[in-house]
């Protein structure tokens, strides 16, 4: 598969550019249902509405709600914003609070909001968002208690926020085909993404699947077989303990859901970097842009025996399709950010809270795909215990120092 967390998180990462705000699909498409690390298919909760438009004056601003309204929510955001100067801000993380209230440019105009509400790991989610490019980010356990979690409020002086640290996940591809357990099969893809939380950049390393790993347990093999006996938690901890770095979660699709996730965002356009012919992936294609369906980007992500690189060219592709895919998700709107969400937790797997989850697919909405930078573990090829490997080459413990602390540049840079 290959390009897991072509969006998560785009994602957060994929979703349906079809669906409506609170429409979520009760099909469950990926069998066998897997351990729990993350639902696998979710249901919108009922919410009460407020009338079509509610308007609130506020302190310092008067902003108003466009269609429905969740209970509970256009009260949290109206004290939020009406509160945003005194540095007591109600229903809002402390973290947020600090951040808004070491910004403030109070402004008296007035803001309209749009409200669009999804839901993931069994909590609700919403983006708060207006013309002016406003936004802000909420979950509720329960549709009536909110809690402002992220936003950007250029109307208000609030620089973006979407979390204090350097945001840094794990992507991983399983290579589970169709009635396959994607969490207990072999992850044939290893992608570190990370993103800057101003959204001002970021990068997406690919490690080699068959580099040659110690477990927790201190055994050591190919990274690609450590999911298939431990699940994708075990892949976090060795490449923690490869890297240095502290995951906060992680991305894992399968063939089946990878396929799904780039249908229901209606394919993407994608710069082919090179063409190719390989009969045994069923990837037959010209370089240049084109439209890629799921099961063209999942072709074009399996070749790896027929070109140049092999692996390590198969990888670098993995993460220009990322690129590509995140960018048709964001043309599609911020609006949809929640039914994406949905999307992924329907086809594929994250252990990262709605919270997390939700701030960190908000900051890949609103980072440029093309500003992040794709590079892949320099590696050579030998062997271990009779078994076909790539040891990484020296430099690669700096490598992952420097990544530890900022998003990996080009060399010079």
Request: hydrophobic share 40%.
């Amino acid at each position: 598969m290959r390009t897991a967390g072509i969006t998560l998180l785009s994602l957060a990462v994929l979703g349906s550019a079809c669906t409506t705000a609170g429409t979520v699909s009760t099909e469950v498409p990926i069998e066998p249902t897997p351990v729990s690390t993350a639902a696998p298919a979710t249901t919108s909760a009922a919410t009460t509405t407020l009338p079509a438009t509610t308007t609130t004056t506020l302190p310092l601003a008067e902003a108003s709600f466009v269609g429905g309204v969740p209970a509970g929510l256009s009260e949290s955001v109206s004290r939020f914003l009406g509160a945003r100067s005194t540095g007591d801000i109600p229903n809002a993380t402390a973290e947020f609070t600090a951040h808004v209230t070491a910004s403030i440019a109070p402004s008296d105009m007035p803001v309209v909001f749009t409200i669009s509400t999804g839901v993931v790991q069994d909590e609700q989610v919403a983006v708060i968002h207006s013309g002016e490019g406003d936004l802000l980010l909420a979950v509720s356990p329960n549709g009536v208690d909110w809690k402002i979690v992220g936003g950007d409020l250029p109307s208000y002086g609030v620089e973006p926020w979407f979390g204090e640290q350097l945001r840094q996940f794990y992507v991983i591809g399983s290579d589970a085909r169709p009635g396959q357990n994607p969490l207990r099969f072999r992850a044939d893809s290893h992608h570190i993404v990370t993103l800057l939380p101003d959204a001002s950049g970021g990068s997406i390393v690919g490690i080699p699947r068959d580099t040659y790993v110690e477990t927790p347990e201190g055994t050591s093999g190919k990274f690609t077989n450590v999911m298939a006996s431990n699940g994708p938690e075990r892949v976090v901890a060795t490449a923690t303990i490869l890297t240095g770095i502290e995951f906060e979660g992680f991305a894992v699709t399968g063939f089946k859901g990878f396929v799904g996730m780039v249908d229901e965002i209606g394919g993407f356009e994608f710069d082919a970097p090179i063409g190719m012919a390989d009969k045994n992936a069923d990837a037959y294609f010209s370089s240049g842009l084109q439209h890629m369906t799921g099961a063209e980007a999942l072709a074009y992500s399996r070749t790896r025996k027929t070109i140049a690189g092999g692996d390590f060219t198969r990888s670098f592709h993995h993460g220009l399709l990322m690129q590509w895919a995140l960018k048709a998700v964001q043309l599609q709107g911020i609006s949809s950010l929640p039914q994406k969400m949905e999307t992924f937790v329907k086809w594929g797997w994250t252990d990262l809270s709605a919270e997390d989850f939700l701030t960190l697919s908000a900051l890949a909405y609103t980072v440029d795909p093309f500003s992040l930078n794709n590079h892949v573990v320099d590696g050579t090829p030998g062997s271990a215990g009779g078994a076909s490997v790539v040891f990484l080459d020296d430099g690669y413990e700096e490598l992952f120092a420097d990544l530890a602390v900022a998003p990996w540049q080009p060399t010079g840079e």
